[in-house]
């Protein structure tokens, strides 16, 4: 009998976990030797093996701990990958050769495949002095520009993970800037901004009282803290971005606040790291733990939570041994302080099946009481591990029991710290767990609501066509199968109608027993007032969260709470493209076409030119089949007829196409170009051709960036026939984006900007 509880989850397993030698031959040819491999793997560095690799199995099997994807897919490999998700580089120097150094420290890590944060508050703000040369300093957005062109270039050679946290502090002078930079659509894709809150900033905002913006010791300007405060949630509003990070709050906590500071975050927000940072995480899968489900009886065994926790903390402490890094100072640091982020997923299930509604005051409570058991059992095991193995280098008792988070440990935890020191730094932390959920059955992400009960997911098969399957959640189905078709029970709730403020109790409940921080995202519905939306950060800063991230579904974002069948989409982008059909004849042209309208305004011009490119679907794959140009304005109209015969002509002959692109950017006027966005597009068809290439990009057809980079014009965009849709997602273009646990993640495919 398979090990999966439903089709997805094999898929993923196949697509993301399982060991294939470079031909594509299965080396793993169960999941059963996916697991042996892993445990095999972590087990290799215990001084006796043979005891411990059946005990990591036995924590494997079912699906009980679910070590985090880069574990589950590079452990035991052979192969040169980092088992950490989670990277904050170096602190940035404010000087050229320093930033510069550091963005090639972020290119080796991202290149091994892990997320990273960087805090840009430390370079200064534009329009200072740059001693020396004469010159006005740029700014941090405009090195951030860098890093995000950098990031795009490293996930073009394939890189699993493309994903980056910038952070900037409140008083920086800049901070207005970072707050809005996303309205621009083409700017810093690549990044999760979040704004560091300080507990001053907070008391400011709470008395409406004023602001310096300093750097340097120099004060900038002063503003109003409410403003600006308000303009944070304006944007946020508006545009999900920025998320804020109570920052002062994250310190005050750490229980290494006496040999490190944090000022960013890994992409998702799980993770506050110092410079060099890095950690690793898993996940204890809650409904696997459940007895009795839907019954009166029905209870969690925290017994069996207990000695799953023992295990799984040592497996996570043996990954810091048995990863490699990307660079030497980080290697360093995760061996100096052995940080694991241990969490939680399917927690909203666990609780359905225990007749608990999510959101609810008794669910928060019950909720608050496993998270204290996990926390109580993690911490005892590290002080075991300790015992057995040593604490970590950098411990030292008095200052360790000092911080925040450990004043509120039980009193025998920390006596047993005192006395035998511990393993771990830091052991606990609620990460993003989106891929491995469906992995394990579709349990509920995190500690995040349940999605959808059901929904509808297109698969690519191998012959190019796509079929349809029913993705269940995991306590529905069960559900289903102890009960038929009997209604859902009235505790059963989802992500599209829950309270705003009841995601944020969760979250706070779930955050006193965390020691790290929680990815969580709080969806808000589309028609929440303003008021309403800003008093959900502010009730997450009442309530002693660590962060907030919201999700508001518009006009813009998308309107990504939609559990219907996903739109026609387009296999995923390799590095050869899509897949090219050659025709020995034209293509004729059904009777309806779908496809998007652009508009380009050349400067000095008083007409825009209006470029209409529609498509058509051969085998589920997506490619273009006429364009259409067209503008008021007479001088262009022989030569805008010309290419849109020409164009279409090429088009629907099939094959690639692309060259049609390049040729159109080499076209220079010889009357001269102009300046578009910031950059010099040498002729108005070289500016057409920026948009062909946008669009054959935003539907899978070639790889890159297209608008998205500030080498070509921005257009504005309407789809025909139809209101807004939102972003598409980059793996298989579908229109399924949500934001899940602070990372936007496609419905469809899985595909997870973090990873």
Request: proline residues 6%.
């Amino acid at each position: 009998m398979s090990p999966f509880a439903a089709p997805i989850a094999e898929q993923i397993w196949d697509m993301k976990y399982r060991l294939k030698a470079a031909d594509g031959t299965a080396i793993d040819t169960t999941v059963q030797d996916s697991w042996h491999r892993i445990a095999g793997a972590l087990a290799a560095v215990e001084t006796d093996p043979a005891v411990w690799e059946p005990r990591f199995y036995a924590a494997l099997e079912g699906f009980k701990f679910l070590p985090a994807g880069r574990i589950t897919a590079g452990a035991g490999t052979g192969r040169s990958v980092t088992l950490f998700n989670c990277f904050v580089m170096g602190t940035v120097p404010d000087n050229m050769g320093g930033i510069f150094d550091g963005l090639k420290e972020a290119a080796l890590t991202m290149q091994q495949g892990g997320g990273i944060g960087y805090d840009f508050s430390t370079i200064r703000p534009k329009g200072a002095a740059v001693m020396g040369v004469a010159a006005d300093a740029s700014g941090p957005l405009s090195f951030m520009d860098v890093w995000d062109a950098m990031c795009r270039t490293i996930m073009s050679a394939g890189s699993r993970r493309g994903a980056m946290m910038a952070t900037m502090r409140c008083d920086h002078p800049d901070v207005e800037a970072f707050i809005e930079a996303n309205k621009d659509p083409a700017r810093l894709r690549m990044f999760n901004l979040s704004v560091l809150i300080t507990d001053p900033f907070m008391a400011a905002v709470k008395a409406d009282g004023p602001w310096d913006l300093v750097f340097g010791g120099k004060i900038y300007r002063t503003v109003q803290a409410r403003d600006l405060w308000t303009r944070i949630m304006r944007n946020t509003y508006d545009f999900a971005e920025p998320g804020v990070i109570f920052i002062d709050r994250i310190n005050a906590a750490n229980n290494l606040n006496y040999c490190e500071t944090i000022a960013a975050t890994n992409p998702c927000g799980e993770q506050p790291l110092p410079p060099y940072g890095a950690c690793l995480l898993g996940s204890i899968n809650l409904p696997t733990l459940v007895s009795g489900a839907f019954t009166p009886g029905a209870r969690l065994d925290v017994q069996a939570l207990t000695d799953l926790v023992a295990v799984a903390v040592r497996m996570m402490d043996n990954t810091v041994d048995a990863s490699r890094f990307p660079l030497p100072a980080q290697e360093a640091e995760a061996r100096a302080k052995r940080r694991i982020g241990l969490g939680v997923t399917g927690l909203a299930d666990a609780l359905l099946m225990v007749g608990l509604r999510y959101g609810s005051d008794r669910a928060a409570l019950v909720t608050e009481e496993w998270m204290h058991a996990i926390a109580r059992a993690a911490y005892l095991a590290s002080v075991g591990l300790a015992r057995e193995k040593g604490a970590f280098p950098l411990f030292d008792a008095e200052p360790y029991l000092a911080s925040g988070t450990m004043q509120g440990m039980d009193a025998d935890v920390r006596d047993a710290i005192r006395t035998h020191g511990i393993r771990n730094a830091l052991l606990t932390s609620v990460a993003p767990t989106g891929t491995i959920s469906l992995y394990a059955g579709n349990v509920s992400s995190g500690i995040e609501p349940v999605f959808a009960y059901a929904y509808t997911r297109k698969v690519l098969q191998k012959d190019g066509s796509r079929t349809e399957e029913e993705v269940v959640d995991y306590a529905v189905r069960l559900w289903r199968e102890t009960h038929g078709d009997a209604p859902l029970p009235d505790h059963f709730v989802n992500a599209q109608t829950l309270p705003p403020l009841d995601h944020v109790r969760m979250q706070a409940a779930a955050q006193k027993w965390v020691d790290s921080s929680i990815s969580k995202t709080i969806n808000c519905p589309e028609d929440i007032s303003f008021d309403a939306f800003a008093e959900v950060y502010m009730a997450a800063w009442d309530q002693g969260c660590k962060g907030c991230t919201t999700y508001r579904p518009n006009a813009v974002t998308g309107s990504v709470l939609s559990v219907t069948p996903a739109q026609e989409q387009v296999p995923k982008v390799t590095s050869e493209g899509a897949e090219v059909v050659y025709l020995s004849e034209p293509l004729d042209r059904p009777s309806t076409l779908e496809g998007q309208t652009y508009k380009v305004k050349w400067p000095g011009s008083e007409h825009a030119i209006y470029i209409t490119i529609n498509d058509i679907v051969i085998a589920g794959h997506r490619r273009p089949f006429e364009v259409f140009i067209n503008s008021k304005n007479m001088e262009h109209f022989a030569w805008t007829v010309a290419l849109t015969r020409m164009i279409s002509a090429v088009f629907r002959r099939g094959g690639d196409i692309s060259f049609v692109v390049e040729e159109l950017k080499a076209v220079f006027d010889p009357r001269g170009g102009a300046w578009m966005e910031g950059r010099y597009v040498p002729s108005i068809l070289a500016a057409i051709g920026g948009v062909i290439e946008r669009h054959l990009v935003s539907i899978g057809f070639i790889e890159g960036e297209g608008l998205g980079l500030k080498s070509d014009p921005k257009a504005e965009v309407a789809a025909l026939g139809q209101s807004p849709r939102g972003a598409t997602c980059p793996n298989c273009c579908s229109f399924d984006l949500r934001m899940v646990e602070g990372c936007m993640t496609c419905g469809s495919c899985g595909h997870s900007k973090c990873g």
